[in-house]
């Protein structure tokens, strides 16, 4: 075998974007989330709680949206959505 094929055939049994996801999962999103927490304390600490509210509503959406796309359960949540709506 020369070395395209060999890097062909590793390439179709052993490439996948799993590690790197859980990579993803494990150590940036925790990390992104610490910060929110720290920016949210910091604000508050400023005495700007209307500000607090007004960014925590936000940010509950995109914890939202992160939660669905890291769950995979997006076609099943989408399905659910469009069925209270249609019935």
Known sequence: ???PEVLALYAQESLSTT??????QNNIVPLVLLAIAIILLWIGGRGDNAGVARRSVGLLIGLVALGIAVSGNGPQIGNF???LLVG
């Open 19 to 24: 590690g790197l996801q859980g990579w993803i």
């Open 1 to 3: 075998m020369t070395g």
């Open 81 to 83: 959505l469009a069925s």
